[in-house]
């Protein structure tokens, strides 16, 4: 009797083993470039990956920190990342081998959606005496991270103000490391590609009671926009509780793309239909920006992968 109860015991193990074997073999696992923490990338994503992992059967994406935009780009091209959050300026650099992508095109991505607008926002605090960004020649400058779309974008705003990479001291991190540093004074202004408003910045002010934002403006601003596909925006009074006046910036859009060569039509259309349909169930702010209205924002230049055409033409926004 013992052998066979033993016997029993061995095939119920075997059983079950078998069992999770074949569960987990249906199972997709993909990983997603966010950006740094601190920054909105890191948690949004991280709210993304559980929503898709809740409502879509043998998905399991996890999320994980990286540089943004270009540094996720890259690593699609390399087959390291399966999905990868961007701005939609360096993705378009990407598909077509310009900007920071110049001579190494990325042909296996395709843009999945819309996730929010991403606004510049580029603060000091009244401490430091800085009033405009020409002001922060010779200053201490976070730039964000390298292979960010802060990054790119920063340096072509100051370049626009005639500030080349020689006149300041980057300080080559996320917006997080940075709040820290112009609390304490390490620093003497932050630019940041972040949604809005951060709490970030709220923080920030919080403990400082002094931020203040830099305006991007006049010429600089037209420059921007004739050799980039930023576009001015206003960030309005009333935005942070503490802001009493308008102040002017740049802005583009945060969007999902997907490697082509590991997410094929069926899981790209449900990972689309999630994200706009599921979206209420996104405890991160910004995810209200994700709508059937705002779908296609930031898509212009780039390819739409078939299985997210599939479902924009399904409900109407694409012919």
């Keep these: 009797m013992k052998r066979k109860s033993l016997a029993v015991i061995i095939m119920l193990i075997g059983a079950l083993m078998l069992a999770a074997c074949s569960a987990g073999a249906g199972t997709t696992d993909l990983l997603m470039g966010t950006g740094s923490q601190g920054g909105t990338y890191f948690p949004l994503g991280a709210e993304m990956a559980n929503v898709w992992n809740e409502h879509i059967d043998s998905i399991n994406v996890t999320s994980t920190e990286s540089g943004a935009s270009v540094e996720n780009l890259a690593k699609i091209s390399r087959g390291e ?29 395709a843009f999945i959606g819309h996730i929010y607008p991403e606004v510049m926002q580029i603060v000091t605090r009244e401490a430091t005496g800085v009033a405009t960004i020409a002001d922060l020649a010779g200053k201490r400058i976070a730039i964000g991270p390298p292979g960010s779309g802060t990054q790119a974008a920063a340096k072509l705003i100051l370049e626009a103000y005639g500030l080349t990479d020689s006149d300041y001291e980057a300080y080559q991190e996320g917006f ?97 239909k999630v994200m706009i349909e599921k979206n209420a169930d996104n405890t991160h702010p910004q995810s209200n920006h994700t709508t059937q209205q705002n779908a296609l924002n930031g898509s212009n230049g780039l390819p739409i992968h078939p299985g997210a055409e599939k479902y924009y033409k399904e409900i109407g926004i694409l012919d």
């Excluded at 990342?81 to 991505?109: I, Q």
């Excluded at 001015?232 to 082509?260: Q, R």
């Design 81 to 109: 990342f399966d999905l990868g959050m961007s701005v939609n300026l360096p993705a378009v650099d990407a598909y077509e081998g310009t900007g920071e992508f110049a001579g190494n095109a990325v042909d296996n991505f």
């Design 176 to 272: 997080g490391d940075a709040k820290s540093k112009l609390q304490d004074g390490t620093i003497d202004a932050s630019f940041g590609l972040l949604g809005l408003p951060d709490a970030g910045i709220d923080e920030l002010q919080a403990a400082t009671k002094d931020v203040k934002f830099l305006e991007v403006t006049g010429d600089a601003l037209t420059y921007i926009e004739e050799n980039s596909g930023y576009s001015g925006l206003t960030i309005a009074a009333g935005s942070y509780e503490w802001l009493e006046a308008d102040a002017h910036t740049v802005s583009a859009f945060a969007i999902l793309v997907a490697n082509t060569d590991t997410v094929d039509d069926e899981l790209a259309y449900e990972l689309a």
